[in-house]
């Protein structure tokens, strides 16, 4: 994800002067810079979690963008707010972001944004569920559906590793958090299953994950009756997975196995990275349907419904890995989006300054266009 980032900000972002690009293996880094391929770009050793270096490194930039794992966000931000940069992440865990948006007054205080979740989901949709809200009166319903799968997808789990194994896991068994009647609630993940069509796919389903609402539920609360998130994978992956959740394999409570202390979350992290393909061929696939009153003056899509019915709004990405770029789906719908936001607050193309939710600070209509700027396009229409 940091590669596709760093990609976006040289190739298609005119107005980037310069863009570091660390890593704890300074190798790697260097090996990214490469392949970007420009002498704009210099590589650098760095450790996220010493507090002093990063801030060292910050310093100077206009704007950094978190690739790391979510447990060092909070001290990045931290780190930013006293050299006065701009600051986004590719988030993944609630309890994380709240700490985060809890530094909401020093970041005003140094005139700068802190924004978590800025990647797919949570992230790009939340910018688009405001996108699409915007088209309602009343918005009674948002129900939200993101998935990234492999184009060749290989027994026993038909799914490949395309960001942070660590990430995933905690998607699958922390709770997620929705509206439903009008009220903040948490179900458990790896429930509620649904079955799904996208044209030309197999069949799908989806289900409860944790993340994927990230600060949503709290901005839409008593505007909405009813919002969720569900994760799409190919038919059959739920239940194989939860299984082995069931099982305890996605424990953190130490057991003792030949007298050596291990975590089963540990063990089969890496067991799953081990045997799971990664990096192969993918597409991201995401739908927002929204329900409610339709506003007339904000038209999407050529199909007419009468503006005192209730309406129905779908946007629907199916977006794949990009053979000229070699860039993934998961790339180009993860790291672009965190790229544009980077960008725009760099340039002081925000609504508010301080630590914020994305879908409060960032103008959904600037944000789409560039996402359309970038080739990933949203297939909008009204449903009777």
Not at 15 to 44: C, L, M, Q
Not at 91 to 106: C, F, R, S
């Amino acid at each position: 994800m940091g590669y596709g980032a760093a990609y976006d900000l040289v190739h298609n972002s005119p107005d980037v002067e310069r863009v570091t690009i660390a890593d704890f293996d300074a190798k790697k880094a260097e090996e990214a810079a490469e392949r970007v391929g420009t002498s704009r770009i210099e590589p650098r050793h760095a450790d996220a979690s010493a507090y002093h270096e990063i801030a060292a490194l910050m310093a100077g930039h206009d704007s950094v963008i978190s690739c790391v794992n979510y447990w060092y966000n909070e001290s990045l931000s931290r780190a930013a707010i006293e050299t006065k940069t701009n600051f986004c992440d590719l988030g993944g865990n609630n309890y994380v972001v709240d700490e985060q948006l809890a530094l909401d007054p020093k970041a005003k205080a140094a005139g700068i944004n802190i924004i978590p979740d800025c990647g797919l989901a949570p992230g790009m949709v939340s910018i688009l569920a405001m996108h699409g809200a915007a088209r309602f009166d009343r918005l009674d319903e948002l129900h939200i559906r993101v998935g990234g799968l492999p184009q060749d997808p290989q027994p026993p789990l038909d799914y490949q590793l395309v960001f942070s194994v660590e990430g995933l896991i905690n998607e699958y068994v922390e709770a997620a958090r929705v509206i439903r009647d009008g009220k903040v609630v948490e179900v458990p993940s790896m429930t509620e299953l649904e079955s799904l069509e996208f044209d030309g796919f197999p069949p799908l389903e989806a289900f409860q994950t944790s993340g994927g609402t990230s600060t949503l539920p709290d901005s839409f609360l008593g505007k909405i009756k009813e919002l969720d998130y569900k994760t799409i994978r190919y038919a059959g992956h739920c239940e194989k997975f939860k299984t082995m959740i069931d099982l305890g394999l996605c424990s953190s409570e130490e057991i003792v196995a030949d007298y050596v202390k291990v975590k089963p979350r540990k063990v089969f992290g890496e067991l799953l990275q081990q045997h799971l393909p990664a990096d192969g061929p993918d597409y991201v696939l995401v739908r927002l349907e929204f329900v409610g009153q339709k506003a007339e003056t904000r038209p999407v899509g050529s199909v007419p419904v009468s503006p005192q019915a209730t309406s129905r709004l779908r946007y629907d990405i199916i977006d794949k890995q990009d053979e000229t770029t070699g860039l993934s789906a998961m790339m180009r719908t993860t790291a672009f989006p965190a790229s544009i936001i980077a960008q725009m607050m760099a340039k002081g193309e925000v609504l508010m300054r301080g630590a914020t939710p994305q879908e409060k600070a960032i103008d959904p209509e600037r944000f789409v266009a560039e996402l359309e700027r970038r080739n990933i396009k949203i297939a909008a229409g009204w449903m009777e």
